[in-house]
């Protein structure tokens, strides 16, 4: 096994290596596996954290005694929350490192979503939910650029992928704790969710520190034990003698990647993340009432979102191969797509057959797209502004988020069509995939 070591000496008179430079040949191995498996689960409980209040807001409803539009509010309250949590936690990812970022992320969470479960006013509640996604926040930010520091170049599209497959067994949890607390009540729910909390415990034992931040910090043995660690040893002789480095940027800073070569990418993940955003949440949130004023009853309501959540797992498998295989940018460009075309298809049914089908190939594809999208995000920056790139990425998706519940509440409350609904979210869709065309394709290329 060999590395391509830089030609410049350093002052120590080592040779200076770049740590991507390191992952080129990097075997997967049982270590890489450990980490993905917590890092996987902490997306799962990224996702039933953010569907069990949708799922439960009927309940809630009844118990408050809320209109529609204090519900759409109280759905959005999680995702403001992540709007400065976003760029809260994108500074500390840089500042203090992806795993102690993860670990306290996660235990706030698990704080704070158990102290709403004995919340006693519709306001208590919708304070604690924005609470609750500060909290969440780190794991968000943190997640995926965390796991692609972690992996061999030859590996990171696909694994990346799968583990953006986390959302909908994520999504599946909140239905199954839904259907379970349906008689006992949405506080129950709230409480199960917040023992979710307990698996930084899991992330603590099995998930090292990022080399590239460690590298970043000076931190050159640490570094390398990672390294040693991730590649079981096999790397060993190869970290003799080297001194590790990384691309150098000013720590954690936002205005950095507004300037020079970072503009481009900056404004185009913006422009994605937030309409990519809009275009499968805004669909999401109202799901439940859209299939009611089809004419489904609530089990049979989450009966259809079930059979869709089953539905994106074949996605994120066929994008997964498939990026590794053709790239990112031909593979999102054509799942967004095909995702805005079975948007309307799904907003023109007129049979169950129809809505079925339509939003199955929608699952599929949709999902599909955010597991290639997860993993490119991440990849478009250097590691000193690796957090702050993908916490204002996913700020911007939780923009998406806030906004889309009242706006999609306001069009039932006007009493819009189906069709029409459904058919001005999928627009945000045909905009997602147009700018994905003016990206830079990062398949095999090496982390900086």
């Not at 079930?306 to 054509?334: H, N, Q």
Request: proline share 3%; hydrophobic share 50%.
């Amino acid at each position: 096994m060999s590395v391509h070591t830089s030609s410049k000496i350093s002052q120590t008179g080592k040779q200076m290596v770049q740590v991507g430079e390191l992952f080129e040949n990097m075997p997967v191995t049982r270590q890489h596996w450990k980490a993905g498996l917590a890092l996987f689960f902490s997306f799962v409980i990224e996702a039933w954290e953010m569907m069990i209040i949708i799922l439960m807001s009927s309940s809630i409803g009844k118990d408050f005694k809320l209109s529609g539009v204090q519900i759409g509010s109280l759905i959005g309250s999680i995702y403001l929350g992540m709007i400065p949590g976003c760029l809260i936690w994108g500074k500390l990812v840089d500042k203090i490192g992806r795993k102690k970022s993860m670990i306290y992320s996660l235990l706030l969470y698990g704080i704070i979503s158990l102290i709403s479960a004995f919340s006693g006013s519709y306001d208590m509640l919708w304070w604690l939910r924005f609470a609750s996604g500060v909290a969440l926040s780190g794991l968000m930010v943190a997640t995926f650029p965390y796991f692609e520091e972690l992996l061999p170049i030859k590996a990171r599209g696909k694994a990346t992928v799968y583990l953006a497959s986390g959302w909908p067994v994520g999504y599946l949890i909140a239905i199954g704790i839904s259907y379970y607390c349906s008689g006992l009540g949405w506080r129950w729910a709230l409480a199960i969710s917040s023992i979710a909390g307990l698996w930084l415990l899991v992330v603590a034992a099995l998930v090292p520190e990022s080399p590239y931040w460690l590298a970043g910090k000076g931190r050159q043995e640490e570094a390398k034990d990672v390294i040693r660690r991730l590649s079981e040893g096999k790397m060993a002789t190869l970290l003799d003698g080297v001194e590790l480095i990384v691309e150098k940027a000013k720590e954690g800073s936002f205005l950095e990647i507004f300037k020079g070569k970072y503009l481009r990418p900056t404004i185009l993940q913006l422009i994605i993340n937030f309409c990519f955003s809009w275009g499968y949440w805004a669909l999401s949130s109202w799901m439940p009432v859209l299939l009611a004023k089809k004419g489904l009853s609530t089990p049979a309501g989450l009966g259809f979102m079930a059979l869709s959540a089953v539905f994106m797992f074949p996605g994120y498998m066929t994008s997964s191969y498939l990026t590794g295989k053709f790239g990112r940018k031909k593979i999102m460009f054509i799942f967004v797509l095909l995702a805005a075309v079975s948007g309307f298809g799904f907003a023109s049914s007129n049979t169950m057959t129809q809505m079925y089908v339509w939003n199955f190939i929608l699952s599929f594809f949709s999902l599909g797209a955010w597991g290639v999208w997860d993993t490119w995000m991440a990849e478009l920056y250097p590691t000193e502004v690796r957090g702050v790139s993908y916490s204002l990425g996913s700020s911007a998706q939780r923009v998406a988020n806030a906004i889309a519940p009242s706006v999609i509440g306001a069009m039932l409350a006007a009493n819009t069509s189906f069709m029409v609904t459904v058919s001005f979210i999928s627009v945000f869709l045909v905009i997602t995939f147009i700018a994905t065309l003016f990206l830079k394709e990062m398949e095999g290329e090496i982390l900086h």
